[in-house]
């Protein structure tokens, strides 16, 4: 059965403060490793897809990384407007399975 | 990536009472949308598949009497929850799948349902 597990749970950090979330999965025959970001009350934001190990995106302070069990999310000089849950989602065969997601909280 | 619009925004029902919940992607033609359901502080979870002009597929565990999902249109699916009791009050989500090899998911906004 396909797995994400996400770590921290919540994480707080300062203004400024660089972190890393981290993502680990299993998942037989990985078709996509997808990463959302979640404001309260609201429906998931897309922000990157990662189809194979090795392979790294990026967009604005937020950059995604990739290995053959887990995926990194690092938040490099947040920002308080970066103050969301961040969720990852692996699909195997046509489905997505997400993790619980780490909230994140940036104070100014 | 894709527009996707939901409605209503929230809706509070008395139990017993059936609700039904739009799910519209504004900007292409989509003939497969997805149902999730979230629960406080949770993951969210795949309900169904809903396929333009055919049956929708129900995963484990998801009763299909109770949740009612149409996909008349290339545009619009429908989830209809009937009979609804409080332990149905949930945060649902539908989504749209396109993207470089067509399966990044774009969600609606969601729909907050209380069943009182």
């Known amino acids: 059965e396909d797995q994400v597990t996400q770590s921290p749970e919540a994480l707080r950090l300062q203004e400024g403060e660089s972190s890393s979330l981290n993502c680990s999965y299993t998942v037989s025959g990985l078709r996509g490793l997808f990463w959302y970001r979640q404001d309260p009350g609201k429906g998931p934001e897309f922000l990157f897809t990662?189809?194979?190990a090795g392979e790294e995106k990026e967009k604005e302070r937020l950059k995604a990384t990739l290995t053959k069990k887990e995926s990194f999310l690092h938040i490099t000089a947040p920002k308080p407007e970066d103050s969301a849950t961040y969720l990852c989602?692996?699909?195997?065969?046509?489905?997505?399975?997400f993790g619980t997601g780490t909230r994140l909280l940036v104070s100014p | 990536g894709a527009v996707v619009s939901q409605h209503p925004s929230w809706v509070i029902c008395k139990s017993g009472t059936s609700v039904k919940i739009e799910c519209r992607s504004l900007?292409?033609?989509?003939?497969?949308m997805f149902w999730y359901r979230q629960f406080p502080k949770q993951s969210l979870m795949l309900m169904a598949t809903s396929n333009e002009g055919s049956k929708a597929t129900y995963e484990q565990g998801v009763e299909k009497d109770k949740f009612l999902i149409n996909h008349a249109s290339l545009t619009l699916s429908t989830l209809t929850v009937t009979s609804a009791h409080p332990e149905d009050s949930s945060f649902y989500i539908c989504s749209t799948h396109r993207g470089f090899r067509g399966n990044e998911q774009f969600f609606g906004p969601g729909t907050r349902l209380t069943v009182l």
């Open positions: 900007d292409f033609q989509a003939t497969t």
């Open positions: 990662l189809y194979s």
């Open positions: 989602a692996v699909e195997g065969f046509q489905k997505l399975v």
